[in-house]
C-alpha cells in the first residue's frame, strides 16, 4: 500500500490513481449471529456501463474520489457525485448510478453487515437520516482510508475488536460533527454564489454585507463563516477586491485622473483609494499606469 504524507502532499497535487490504487480486499467479522464476510478497496470500474441498475443487501459506505454522476434508489434518495461526497447505502435498496463520461470513476468503498451498521445508529455514531454528506478530498483523508485497507488486510481473529475500533473511528472521521447533506451544501453553494454575484456588482456597493447576507437567506455570522470557508477571504476583503480590479480596468484606460477614479469609485479621497490600491496590487495607481503603459510599448 503506498504510504502518504499528509504535511508533504498538497490536496491539489494528488496523482489519485497512485495513491488509490485499484483494490478489493475481503476480510470477515464475527458479530452475533455468526461469521459475515465484508470488503473494502478502491473500485475502479473501467469496463462498467455509464448507467446501471443494482441491488445491495448488507450496508455500504461510498467515498467518491474521482468522477462525477448521479445516484438515486427506491426510497427516492438523490445523490449528485462528486469527489468529497460520502454515499450511505442502507439495506436491501435497488439503486441507479449514472457516471458522467467525461472523467474516470474511482471511490473508496466499504460493505459490513446492516446489523453492524445498525449497531453505529444504535451508540450514536451514525445519523439514521443522514443519507450523504461533504467530507473534502485531502491528503489527510487519503491517508486516512489508504490506512484502514491495510489494516483490513491484515485483520486476524486476534485483532478484530481492535479493527471494530477502527471502522468506529472511519465513520467518526468520514461524517464530522459538522457535515450536512450534499443537498443542503449544494443550496448553500448557490447563496455564496449569488452573495458574490451582488459583492462584485458596482451598482450595490452601497449595500451593506449583513444585507447581503440577509438578501441570499443566511444568517450573518454563518454567511461570514461560510463565504470565508469557500472563497478563502472575507465577503468585505472580496468586495474590496472587486473594486480594485474595476480599478485597474480604469486606470488602464487613461480617461480618468487618479482622484476621478477613487471618487467614481466611492472612495473618501485620492489617498485612501490609492493606500488599498497598493496593499492589493503591491504598486500605487499611478505606478501601476507607468508600468503597464511600459509593458505595452515593449509588446
Known amino acids: 500500500m503506498h504510504e502518504l504524507d499528509p504535511h508533504s502532499v498538497a490536496t491539489t497535487d494528488l496523482d489519485i490513481p497512485k495513491v488509490c490504487p485499484a483494490s478489493e480486499y475481503f476480510f470477515y467479522l464475527k458479530l452475533p449471529g455468526g461469521e459475515h464476510t465484508c470488503r473494502t478497496g478502491y473500485w475502479v470500474p473501467d469496463s462498467l456501463p455509464s448507467s446501471f441498475t443494482g441491488y445491495k443487501s448488507g450496508f455500504t459506505l461510498q467515498y467518491t474520489l474521482q468522477g462525477e454522476g448521479h445516484y438515486e ?14 454515499l450511505f447505502r442502507q439495506g436491501t435498496l435497488h439503486h441507479t448510478v449514472a457516471r458522467g463520461s467525461a472523467s474516470p470513476w474511482r471511490t473508496f468503498f466499504l460493505e459490513l453487515p446492516l446489523q453492524f451498521f445498525n449497531g453505529l445508529r444504535e451508540v450514536g455514531i451514525m445519523d439514521p437520516m443522514l443519507r450523504s454528506c461533504h ?13 484502514f485497507i491495510e489494516r483490513a488486510r491484515h485483520l486476524t481473529l486476534n485483532n478484530q475488536i481492535l479493527f471494530l475500533a477502527n471502522i468506529h473511528q472511519l465513520f467518526i472521521d468520514i461524517t464530522p460533527e459538522n457535515s450536512v447533506p450534499v443537498e443542503e451544501d449544494a443550496r448553500l453553494q448557490e447563496k455564496l454564489t449569488l452573495a458574490r454575484e451582488m459583492l462584485a456588482d458596482p451598482e450595490q456597493r452601497d ?22 470557508k469557500s ?22 484606460r487613461r480617461c480618468w485622473t487618479i482622484a476621478e477614479i477613487a471618487e467614481k469609485l466611492g472612495y473618501p479621497d485620492a489617498a485612501t483609494f490609492s493606500k488599498q490600491f497598493k496593499r492589493i ?8 499606469c507607468k508600468r503597464s503603459l511600459l509593458t505595452r510599448d515593449e509588446s
Do not use: Q, W
Not at 231 to 252: N, T, W, Y
Not at 281 to 288: K, L, Y
Open 73 to 86: 434508489d427506491e426510497t427516492g434518495t438523490h445523490v449528485r457525485f462528486r469527489p468529497g461526497v460520502v
Open 135 to 147: 467530507r473534502p478530498l485531502t491528503s489527510d483523508v487519503v491517508v486516512m482510508l489508504n490506512t
Open 207 to 228: 449595500a451593506a454585507i449583513p444585507e447581503i447576507a440577509r438578501r441570499v437567506g443566511l444568517g450573518y455570522h454563518h454567511f461570514r463563516k461560510a463565504f470565508v
Open 231 to 252: 472563497v478563502g477571504i472575507s465577503p468585505k476583503e472580496f468586495r474590496i477586491r472587486s473594486v480594485i480590479l474595476c480599478a485597474k480596468d480604469m486606470c488602464l
Open 281 to 288: 496590487t503591491g504598486h500605487s495607481p499611478r505606478e501601476f
